[in-house]
C-alpha cells in the first residue's frame, strides 16, 4: 500500500486497529477488529445511535467568479437555481453523449462561488471538464488534498455536534459554516446512511484534533 493516498487520521485508523484496503486510490479503512463486534456492531451503531467515518477519500473542489452559479449549472445535470446560497444539491457531471462521469454534491456559496465534493477516483476528470469549459473570469480549483471529510451519522448525531458547539439545526441538504477550536469547519447535513447525519469540512491539518474530540464525545454519550 505504499503508493496509495493516505487521509491525515491514518495513524488513528491504525491505532483503533483498523482493517485498510484499497479503495479508489486511498488506503482506507474498512473496519475496525478492536470494536468488538466487526461490522455488524458498527452497522447498528450507526442504526440505533451514531457512527463516525473518515471519508477524507472524497474529491473537493471550488469554482469562483463572476457568475460561478450561472457557468456550473450549464456544466452539472441539476438545477442551481432551484436552491439558495447555504444549500446543497445532488448532481450529475455528464459526458458529451450524456453519460455520467461521477455523481456528485454541489454546495452553493453564493452567485459567485459553488463548492463541489465529487467522488474520489473521478474527482480529476471531473476537474478538468470543469477547467476546460470555464471562461475568463471563472477559477476551477482542485482542493483534494486541502479539506478532510469527517462524517457523524446516526440518531444521535445532532447530540455529539451539539456537544462539540457546533450548528445541528441546518435542514437537510443545507450546510453552516462554523468554527471549532477557532479552527474553520463546514457543517453538511447531507447524510448517505439513511439515518440522520453530517458531514463535517476541516482544513486537512486540522482533522486530527477534530476527529479525537468526535470520538471522545462520543464515548461519552455511550
Not at 75 to 82: E, F, G, T, W
Not at 201 to 218: F, M, R, Y
Amino acid at each position: 500500500m505504499a503508493d496509495l493516498l493516505r487521509s491525515p487520521l491514518h495513524d488513528r485508523h491504525v491505532a483503533l486497529g483498523a482493517k485498510l484496503a484499497d479503495f479508489g486510490g486511498w488506503e482506507m479503512p474498512i473496519e475496525y477488529t478492536d470494536s468488538g463486534g466487526g461490522v455488524l456492531k458498527e452497522h447498528a451503531a450507526v442504526r440505533d445511535a451514531v457512527g463516525v467515518f473518515d471519508v477524507s477519500h472524497l474529491g473537493k473542489a471550488t469554482v469562483r467568479g463572476s457568475g460561478a452559479r450561472a457557468f456550473v449549472n450549464a456544466c452539472l445535470s441539476n438545477d442551481l437555481d432551484r436552491i439558495a446560497p447555504g444549500q446543497a444539491q445532488y448532481t450529475l457531471c455528464c459526458d458529451e453523449s450524456g453519460g455520467v462521469v461521477d455523481d456528485l454534491i454541489a454546495y452553493l456559496v453564493s452567485d459567485d462561488e459553488v463548492f463541489l465534493v465529487p467522488n474520489a477516483a473521478n474527482t480529476a476528470e471531473v476537474v478538468r471538464r470543469i477547467t476546460a469549459a470555464a471562461p475568463a473570469g471563472i477559477e476551477v480549483t482542485g482542493q483534494h488534498r486541502d479539506f478532510a471529510v469527517l462524517a457523524v451519522q446516526g440518531p444521535r448525531s445532532a447530540d455529539v455536534l451539539d456537544r462539540l458547539g457546533l450548528p445541528s439545526s441546518q435542514d437537510y441538504m443545507a450546510y453552516a459554516d462554523a468554527t471549532w477550536d477557532a479552527r474553520p469547519v463546514r457543517i453538511c447535513r447531507t447524510g448517505y446512511t439513511g439515518e440522520h447525519g453530517y458531514e463535517l469540512i476541516p482544513h486537512w491539518d486540522d482533522a486530527p484534533p477534530l476527529w479525537d474530540a468526535i470520538v471522545e464525545v462520543v464515548r461519552e454519550l455511550g
